[in-house]
């Protein structure tokens, strides 16, 4: 039998709790993996940890399963937002999923002066998102916001939120974070294949929360910049250590 299979579910967990399963789970679970009743997969609901259960109905569209002991701990990922701004489809999906594989606890397309793309489809994007935490072993899923103004977001900011405002104006050395703002809510800002415009500069410049840094010396395509983003803020503040 391959790897455990590891499903989340809109469902609270704890030992004996059963749990049905969607259509869509029934499908994948007994249609395409072939399991069925007895064999055991990995549940996890984003509160309760991850759960062995072990399937006790199957049936072509529907099925139960049973929870018997936790596997994981509950693990939430620091208190980090991710903002971007949209780009074509496929690499939207890229940042979805890393960001998840990554750690983001929220993530948030956002509208920018120079922003392309001016739709998302939110629910296929947050299906990227559960996709990516079943895979890398993640007890948590991000919850992916709706397409929203950066403006209106930077008028709502909430006042102990750190912001790295990644900007390509300043690509060179890249920026070292600074390990004494380790902790607290933080946010990563990623701007559009066109970057970010003056007026948006200015206002970020003005933000006390913001802290603008260089990503290095090459400007990087929008999802690459994501991803090392990510990577030197867990590195530097995160989970990571
Ligand atoms: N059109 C812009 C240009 O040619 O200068 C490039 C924008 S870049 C493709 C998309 C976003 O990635 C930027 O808005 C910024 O958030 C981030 N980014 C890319 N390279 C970066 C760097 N070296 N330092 C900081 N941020 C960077």
């Given at each position: 039998m391959g790897s455990t299979i590891r499903l989340h579910?809109?469902?609270r967990l704890g030992a004996g709790q059963t749990v049905p399963l969607t259509a869509a789970q029934a499908h994948y679970l007994f249609g395409v993996m072939r399991r069925g009743p007895?064999?055991?997969?990995?549940?996890?609901?984003?509160?309760?940890?991850?759960?062995s259960a072990e399937v006790v109905e199957a049936r072509k569209k529907a099925g139960v399963l049973q929870c018997r002991a936790q596997v994981a701990p509950q693990r939430k990922p620091p208190d980090l937002h991710l903002l971007f701004a949209p780009i074509k489809k496929a690499r939207t999906d890229f940042i979805v999923e890393k960001a998840a594989e990554l750690g983001a606890a929220r993530i948030c397309p956002v509208q920018t002066d120079f922003t392309n793309s001016e739709r998302i489809r939110r629910d296929r994007l947050q299906a990227?998102?559960?996709?990516?935490?079943?895979?890398c072993g993640g007890t948590y899923v991000p919850t992916v916001d709706e397409l929203t103004p950066l403006s209106r977001i930077l008028d709502g900011w909430e006042g102990t939120r750190r912001l790295m405002f990644c900007d390509e104006g300043l690509?060179?050395?890249?920026t070292a974070l600074d390990p004494?703002?380790?902790?607290?809510?933080?946010a990563i800002l990623i701007g559009p294949e066109g970057g970010f415009s003056q007026a948006e500069r200015a206002r970020l410049a003005a933000m006390d929360a913001a802290r603008a840094v260089s990503l290095g010396p090459r400007i990087l395509r929008a999802d690459t910049a994501a991803v090392a983003a990510?990577?030197?803020?867990?590195?530097?503040?995160g989970d990571w250590s």
């Open positions: 579910v809109e469902h007895g064999d055991v997969v990995e549940v996890f609901d984003g509160r309760d940890g991850a759960w990227h998102a559960v996709e990516a935490a079943e895979q690509a060179g050395p890249a004494a703002e380790r902790g607290g809510p933080w990510l990577a030197l803020w867990q590195s530097a503040l």
